[in-house]
């Protein structure tokens, strides 16, 4: 590329110093420090070039690196090389090839924007990317990474305004109340898509960062992140093997965290918990959970608890929360709440968004027009599934998904979602590995306990037999005696008849509502209910 400055060199003090080229000794430059057999690597920016590069042959961290890459360009300013540094960390873990030395440099990686970001972001970018696969540093495309989950939850992605205020609240929460008697909750609220599991990762890092500084608050301390979901347990234990200063026993189900602090009478300093709305609220023999709540044992077994919670992502009843059950858990703690508000995974407009949640509500509004953001109506099971496949053809990560309202067991077999139409088997397992990543899982319709907490560029929404219309009321009617999750609706001894059938059809709008926002492009739906099906087909038709 015209004015991209690419050189390699042996990373000694006699090449550092005796090199001299204008557009990377006079100019903000991006490096990469590298060991090809050990596989470690560090990527850095800078405006002194010779002084910062001295300063690493003098960094013991830095001892097994001996190779340098120094990128400049004539027309770089900080910002750029800032952002391109970002990009490489990024892009790096996801390529899993290196494992970096990178910590927390800064609490600020913050978005912003500035003069040609586009340009230095996307066409620069791609060639020093090129010309590092080139050089087989790097192996995946860019494409191929952005799809994968490693590569949307990196903990050094940039943060939004609001997700850095909030790191930044609970960083001193954490730094002020590390020393203090009793347990501490910092609890985070926000709906699908808002960017919580990104924020908590990168808090996460920090704090890891952090106990290796000996003037920290949190030097030293043991702390751990916690997540009641398989798949998202892939992605963190596969992001923690990329850095230093994570190791995946950090990253852990709370069950077995908690029966490990029990027998070694032991209590955690700090302990993340994603997906809290997860955690079970009642004692669950199968899981080897002999406590009334989780969260409750998590806290006490804790000095400081931060926690995700969205009460419309709650999937089973052993698993019910409402408001007022979170207070009676949190409320006998020193407490603080911020919210997350601002959507980041589906590039849609406020009315598409809103017609979702109204949906997921049980009213369907007329359609609404988003020329950013793919909405469409299938009649055909056919077309529905066809479309989907075109998109994943053109832009990979694209999925088909249900509500659970066909049979379902994991017993090894296959099981077949809407036989006489959508006919595809339920998702198969991939250890280790993240169902939606796999090429062949385009033939298979996934679950909602695989989707949760992923993105999809596109999603196609199966609507089973339980989602139903009421000509009458004209709204949404939910039939739970056809819902399969039949584990889900175990009902609790300390919940009435009314509360259960109740907790029954939260869960069904609360699958709705996880399912259909995992779209970051388009959202494709496919009624099996003819009533429901006739209706939004009416909505679409009058829409055009």
Known sequence: MKNLYFEKHRFTYSEVTNRKTLYIDDYPIVYLLYNRKKEQAYVGQTVQKNQRLKAHLKDVRRKHLDETILIGHEQFNQSATYNIESNLINFLIADGRYVLQ????????????????????????????????????????????RNKDVYKLSPFKELSEQQLEVKQ?????????????????????????TGKSVLLNSLFNTIQDLTKEADSPLYRTDNYLLVNHGEMLKTYKAIAGSLPNLKKKQFQKPTPFLNTLEKQQHTADIVLVDEAHLLLTKEDAYNNFKQQNQLHEIITRSKITILIFDPKQVLKIKSYWGRTTLQDIVGSFSTATLPLTNQFRMQASPEMLHWINRFVEQEILPLPTDPQYDFQIFHDPKAFKQAIFQKNDQYGLSRIVSTFDYLHKKDGADYVVDADGINLPWNRNYPNQTWAEQPETIQEVGSIYTIQGFDLNYVGVVLGPSVQYDEQTKRLKLEPTLYQDTGAFIARQDLTQVENDRAKEEIILNSLNVLMKRGVKGLYLYATNPALRKRLLQLKEQHT
């Open 102 to 145: 990178n910590v927390s440099q800064t609490t600020s990686r913050q978005m912003h924007n500035y003069f040609r970001k586009d340009f230095f972001n996307e066409t620069v970018f791609e060639n020093i990317w090129e010309q590092l696969r080139t050089e087989r540093i790097a192996e995946g495309t860019l494409d191929q990474l």
């Open 169 to 193: 609240t609970i960083l001193t929460y954490c730094k002020t109340h590390i020393t203090q008697p009793g347990h501490h909750v910092f609890v985070i609220e926000g709906d699908a898509g």
